[in-house]
């Protein structure tokens, strides 16, 4: 027999990829992400850029203001000291001003060190010393006050801006500016000298420094260079083909790498941004009915709650058509995909002509659903004008990718990591492989590697996903050892990730090597895959497996409590009263033993399910979320944080077994 093909997958232009890519506007004459404005401000002139409705006052710019305020803010940066090869601290959340800020430092030739103002204090304080930066650009006294800096750290600051508010109580050891001070500052600079100099005509050049959130040691500062951000600038075009004028909706941080360049991707299509926080989420989406919304696994599953909350206060009678409607759906979607072979879901084999005969039969039903049924829940749950959706910064779960589907929403799958840029590879509308991570970006390829000893592995076997392309980083910041184990000779970047390959290059990823456990047996399980299985459960809002070094797995898991209630009911069991303290006895032990089991059966459910993939027992836990730090500003789950926040039920859990 011939040897396997090693899993080493390279982008390689697809007709389709070529037509979507010669529909985008030309930038490979760029060398800088701040040259895209004027270029912009030529096409797109007085078509809003950017809104932000709940700023006080709300803030509306066009893209020729926006480009004028990049270039006051560019030369005010400049008039204070600012030089090429310089970095600027840029502490602050959403809104058009720090936009302003990001790229009025880089149209100053000056690469910015970022990170949210919710952060904690002692990691600001790190990526300042450590990003060396000469300046600080911060959202307010407030949070500069909460930074408490020494004089010492202070005076290596040439200057400090406020984005909002006065300079009140902020003490005089450096010049500390107003936003409109500093745009003051830059318009006379620009009366009197006419324009500002080039940035320099490098590629290669610092833009930004994005720092990992931290959880096992101290952050690592990622710089990545403008010719990593364009490369995204100029292939994201193979997943999304937006329009001029075309609403987007930006709930996700804006320093962070994801939303970083979808935004310069969108604006680079003449859309129309509005900024939204989770909180205000669910009322924007009725009143901007956006046709583009980018967001992170946990916010499609949020969404999918929803629904289900929703269904749930529906009469039995309407339930039980919705439902119907809903499994046809879906039914009707895996058939589809069948007939196109883009299908992830192991069944028993079926020819095309079989799988597509059997999607006809359901497409009656569906095609009903669609017209009557799918569009108004499109409207209540996002607005009623989404056309594409894409998910990254995680897995996401079949059964939520399936939903969106079912109701008639293309949702597309990017995955990457902030080193590298951070789109490795994206599902596009003609090859949407659910439950799958697409295929590379143009210019991008992808390797299976054994996690020990680092020899390639064939098509369809899992083990690490290396990763290597124009957007993957140079190296970590001042940290050679750590780019070390990183990055090797020949620029394959270890992403951290496991997953697998597919013939067509799709990537499906199966977790991630750090998160994988290892139980007493020697047996290893990646959780991630069991955990979307678990989630789609109607009982389970949160959870998360544990068992390293323990004989079996236990689930960590927040309840969805009105559902856990009427599953009490039904069985005759104490209904619980609010969100238990976290052991198992904080609630009837009967009706754990049954969550359990319930849970188990869904875990035996699925294909290929192995014997140890089972639960010991189940804790009921408090929320995870980015308020009380188990969450990352992407919701992620910290899952360090998690266990550490949760020892106590995890023993109880594992009492006597």
């Known amino acids: 027999m011939p040897a396997a093909r090693p899993a080493d997958i390279h982008w390689t232009a697809s007709a389709r990829d070529t037509e979507a890519l010669a529909?985008?506007?030309?930038?490979?004459?760029?060398?800088?992400i701040e040259q895209l404005w004027g270029r912009l401000e030529n096409l797109y002139g007085d078509q809003v850029a950017l809104e932000a409705p709940h700023a006080q006052p709300p803030v509306a710019l066009t893209y020729r203001e926006l480009h004028g305020g990049i270039e006051q803010a560019a030369a005010g940066f400049a008039a204070l000291g600012v030089r090429p090869g310089d970095v600027v601290a840029l502490f602050a959340e959403n809104g058009p001003r720090w936009l302003l800020a990001d790229q009025g430092v880089m149209r100053a030739g000056a690469a910015d060190a970022v990170?949210?103002?919710s952060a904690p204090v002692e990691e600001l304080r790190y990526i300042l010393r450590d990003s060396g930066a000469i300046a600080l650009v911060v959202e307010s006294a407030a949070l500069l006050q909460k930074l408490a800096l020494g004089s010492e750290q202070l005076g290596r600051l040439r200057f400090v801006v406020l984005l909002e508010g006065e300079r009140g109580l902020v003490a005089p050891v450096v010049p500390c500016h107003r936003w409109s001070d500093l745009l003051q500052r830059g318009e006379t600079a620009l009366k009197a000298s006419g324009s500002i100099a080039a940035a320099p005509a490098d590629p290669a050049r610092t833009a930004t420094i994005l720092y990992t959130s931290g959880t096992t040691g101290e952050p690592k500062g990622v710089p990545l260079s403008h010719a990593n951000l364009l490369h995204q600038l100029r292939t994201l075009g193979v997943a999304v083909q937006p329009s001029p004028g075309d609403r987007v909706l930006s709930v996700l941080p804006i320093w962070h790498a994801y939303e970083r360049a979808a935004e310069y991707f969108l604006?680079?299509?003449?859309?129309?941004?509005?900024?939204?926080?989770?909180?205000?989420l669910r009322g924007d989406l009725q009143t901007v009915?956006?046709?583009?919304?980018?967001s992170v696994p946990r916010l499609w599953e949020a969404l999918l709650s929803g629904f289900e909350d929703a269904l749930a206060a529906m009469p039995r009678s309407r339930q039980r058509l919705l439902r119907a409607a809903l499994a046809n759906s879906r039914r009707y979607g895996l058939r589809r995909r069948q007939a196109?072979?883009?299908?992830?879901?192991?069944?028993p084999p079926v020819t095309r002509a079989v799988a597509a005969a059997r999607a006809a039969l359901r497409w009656p039903l569906h095609g009903l659903a669609s017209a009557l049924l799918w569009p108004k829940v499109r409207r209540q749950l996002v607005g009623g004008a989404l056309r594409t959706a894409i998910s990254g910064g995680g897995a996401l779960a079949l059964h939520v990718d399936g939903f969106f589907e079912a109701i008639g929403i293309e949702l597309l799958v990017g995955y990457g990591l902030t080193e590298t840029s951070p789109v490795l590879t994206c599902r596009r509308r003609w090859t949407n492989r659910r439950g799958s991570a697409g295929q590379p970006l143009p210019e991008t390829a992808i390797r299976i590697v054994d996690p020990e000893t680092r020899q390639p592995l064939a098509i369809g076997e899992r083990g690490l996903v290396l990763a290597r392309g124009p957007q993957v980083m140079g190296g970590y910041f001042h940290k050679p050892e750590a780019t070390a184990r990183v990055l090797d000779a020949e620029g394959w970047f270890d992403t951290g990730d496991l997953g697998q390959l597919l013939a067509d290059g799709s990537l499906v990823l199966t977790g991630r090597a750090k998160d994988t456990i290892v139980l007493s047996s020697g047996e290893n399980i990646e959780p991630g895959p069991l955990e979307d299985c678990l989630v789609a459960c109607t009982l389970v809002e949160q959870v998360m497996l544990v068992g390293h070094d323990r004989k079996s797995l236990g689930a960590l898991v927040v309840p969805r409590l009105e559902a856990l209630q009427e599953y009490a009911r039904e069985l005759g069991l104490v209904v619980p009263g609010g969100v238990p303290d976290g052991s198992p006895v904080g609630a009837d032990a009967a009706l754990l033993k049954a969550f359990a089991s319930r849970l188990n059966r869904r875990l035996a459910a699925r294909p290929g399910a192995r014997g140890e993939?089972?639960?010991?027992?189940?804790?009921?836990?408090?929320?995870?979320?980015?308020?009380?730090?188990?969450?990352?500003?992407?919701?992620?789950?910290?899952r360090d944080r998690i266990a550490a926040r949760d020892a106590a039920a995890i023993e109880a859990l594992y009492a006597g077994r």
């Open 613 to 638: 993939e089972r639960l010991a027992g189940v804790a009921l836990v408090e929320p995870f979320s980015i308020d009380n730090g188990l969450l990352t500003q992407t919701l992620k789950q910290r």
């Open 340 to 347: 196109l072979d883009l299908t992830l879901v192991p069944e």
């Open 23 to 32: 529909r985008r506007s030309d930038w490979s004459s760029l060398t800088g």
């Open 289 to 294: 009915r956006p046709q583009y919304l980018i």
């Open 267 to 280: 604006f680079s299509c003449g859309c129309r941004q509005t900024y939204t926080t989770l909180k205000q």
């Open 115 to 117: 990170r949210g103002s």
